[in-house]
């Protein structure tokens, strides 16, 4: 079975701190994703990445940058973490795509961290 | 633009009735792709199904099925028989031709004992 582990269930940061929350997956997917999770909303994509170094931009960026440095890796940074970042993050590995579109293939998610921010 | 809608925040049945969870989407792509995602209480969303826009065939797993009807835009979840460990959200997702991955708000069902 897949897994993927995010490093902390729950978190709780400072306004205006730098905020890394980092992802794992050991099924060697090329795909990685980190979304957000808020009631009423749903899954929101905030960026993805499809290879080592490479990155892409979802709906919500703003106040946000990843690192994918190894290819089982892939971390969210919070540049100047602020209140309405406190959310569920999500993150998603899978396999690539076979077809069109980069997400046609079924993502594998963690447990989810839940992140507060004073 | 594409969008998922799941019109149903909260669906709260007794133990053995069947439900329905409704997944409306939106998109100008030819070929796409619809998925289901269950989030039980532990936080962790599991894929059950995938569905491509060319495949039409409503399917059945067990107690799990689904209805996929391009006409109407829709493709809806069914449990039969529910069971107090089938309580979580549950998510429809949409899938397009433009790297642009997109998930309903969810339906939180509760099945009570």
């Known amino acids: 079975d897949v897994k993927v582990t995010q490093s902390s269930r729950y978190l709780v940061k400072r306004t205006g701190e730098k905020v890394f929350l980092e992802c794992v997956q050991d099924?060697?997917?090329?795909?990685m994703f980190w979304y957000r999770q808020d009631p009423g909303l749903g899954l929101r994509l905030i960026y993805f990445s499809y290879d080592v170094k490479m990155k892409e931009k979802g709906d919500i960026p703003e106040g946000y940058s990843v690192s994918r440095e190894k290819k089982e890796r892939f971390s969210l940074i919070l540049e100047s973490a602020s209140t309405n970042q406190t959310s569920m993050y999500l993150c998603?590995?899978?396999?690539?795509?076979?077809?069109?579109?980069?997400?046609?293939?079924?993502?594998?998610f963690g447990d989810g961290t839940r992140l507060s921010i004073l | 633009a594409q969008k998922v809608t799941q019109a149903q925040t909260e669906i709260s049945v007794v133990e053995k009735e069947d439900v329905t969870l409704d997944c409306v989407y939106e998109?100008?792509?030819?070929?796409?792709?619809l998925f289901w995602y269950k989030q039980p209480p532990s936080g962790e969303l599991v894929f059950l199904i995938r569905?491509?826009?060319?495949?039409?065939q409503n399917e059945i797993s067990g107690r799990y099925s689904w209805n996929f009807q391009k006409s109407t835009s829709s493709f809806n979840f069914t449990i039969t028989a529910s069971q107090v460990v089938d309580s979580a959200v549950y998510f429809c997702a949409l899938s397009g031709d433009n790297n642009d991955m997109r998930f309903g708000a969810g339906t939180r069902l509760t099945v009570k004992p």
């Open positions: 998603a590995s899978s396999l690539p795509d076979r077809g069109p579109g980069y997400s046609n293939q079924p993502q594998h």
């Open positions: 099924m060697d997917h090329e795909n």
């Open positions: 569905r491509n826009s060319f495949d039409e």
């Open positions: 998109t100008r792509d030819t070929t796409y792709y």
